[in-house]
């Protein structure tokens, strides 16, 4: 399986303030993807990101609020602006296997925003 | 009606109990997984199935997909087990992954 890290791990912000969340994988993958747990929530999927286009953001999700970064096939970015305490969650990639069934997750960012 | 619908939300056992975990789900499917979240919010995927019964210690994993239900076991439970457990599935219109709430377990010593 592949080998997935976040950074930051966590972080509290303060309301307005944008944070970027990095996301690296341990091989190379064309399709990425970010999704966001509320409290108490199931996961919710943001946006997909591939190399090389632009990301296809999800229902109720926008480029403005969650821009995304896809510079090459090993690395990600979500940022999260403008952001407020409903923005409070934990955000996570994720990969699929090559099954293309199977799905790899990142260990999470838990961002609270104050 | 979420189209993953899980049972129970909580469960706390004892340790040493057997544990079920159900999962039913109103879409058809490619794929369903069960996934286990940690405290601090990292998700590993325990199995994914299409058919059948899947076991990995002391983890078991059923599927019926005439009846659109899959079960999760843990055998001789252990507090290291408590979790959020969580299925979801390969499917629907878009074939993406649908996810249930979860359901929080707590094994007590």
């Known amino acids: 399986s592949a080998v997935i890290s976040q950074k930051p791990s966590r972080d509290i912000c303060q309301r307005g303030t944008s944070l970027t969340i990095q996301c690296q994988v341990d091989s190379q993958v064309t399709m990425m993807f970010w999704y966001r747990q509320q409290p108490g929530q199931s996961l919710t999927l943001i946006a997909t990101?591939?190399?090389?286009?632009?990301?296809?953001?999800e229902s109720g999700f926008v480029i403005d609020k969650f821009p995304i970064s896809r510079p090459n096939l090993t690395f990600s970015t979500l940022t999260v602006s403008n952001m407020s305490p409903e923005d409070s969650s934990i955000y996570l990639c994720?990969?699929?296997?090559?099954?293309?069934?199977?799905?790899?997750f990142g260990p999470g960012t838990r961002l609270t925003v104050t | 009606k979420n189209e993953v619908e899980q049972s129970p939300q909580n469960l706390t056992a004892q340790e040493g109990e057997f544990i079920t975990i159900n999962c039913s789900y109103s879409?058809?499917?490619?794929?369903l997984h069960w996934l286990q979240q940690h405290p601090g919010g990292g998700i590993v995927s325990l199995f994914m199935l299409s058919s059948g019964k899947k076991k990995h210690g002391r983890l078991i994993a059923t599927i019926n997909i005439q009846e659109k239900h899959s079960s999760l076991h843990i055998t001789a439970s252990h507090p290291r087990d408590s979790a959020v457990y969580i299925c979801?599935?390969?499917?629907?219109?878009?074939?993406?992954?649908?996810f249930g709430t979860g359901t929080l377990l707590a094994v007590q010593p």
């Open positions: 994720s990969i699929p296997g090559p099954g293309g069934y199977e799905q790899y």
């Open positions: 879409v058809g499917i490619s794929a």
């Open positions: 990101a591939n190399q090389g286009s632009e990301a296809t953001y």
């Open positions: 979801a599935v390969h499917g629907g219109a878009t074939n993406k992954l649908i």
